[in-house]
């Protein structure tokens, strides 16, 4: 796991399973289809974004292939860093 990802699994597990089964949530599973985050959940999660790495978040990167999973998330801070 990147340290992307490792960071993300820490703040959905802190703040959408409040420390809760964080063991049981795959890399790969959706936050969606798990039901750990809805749609005004994914808003938390830019904020975070925003705030502990420092770039914005654009409304056409609001998309399922950059934040339905840990790893996807991870993979996209990563990207977005890099630019």
């Known amino acids: 796991m990147s ?3 490792s960071r993300v699994r820490e703040f959905i597990v ?6 809760e ?4 949530l795959g890399e ?5 289809e798990t ?3 809805d749609s005004t959940g994914i808003l938390e ?9 420092g770039f ?4 056409a990167d609001l998309l399922p ?3 339905d999973s840990i790893s996807r998330l991870g993979n996209y801070i990563s990207r977005s860093l890099a630019q």
Not at 28 to 32: A, I, P, T, Y
Not at 45 to 53: C, D, L, N, Q, T
Not at 56 to 59: I, L, T
């Open 3 to 5: 340290e992307y990802a």
């Open 14 to 19: 802190s703040n959408f399973l409040f420390g």
């Open 21 to 24: 089964d964080g063991g049981n």
């Open 28 to 32: 790969d599973d959706s936050f969606l």
């Open 35 to 37: 039901g750990v985050i």
């Open 45 to 53: 999660v830019v904020a975070w974004i925003e705030e502990a790495f």
């Open 56 to 59: 914005r978040v654009s409304d």
């Open 65 to 67: 292939e950059n934040f």
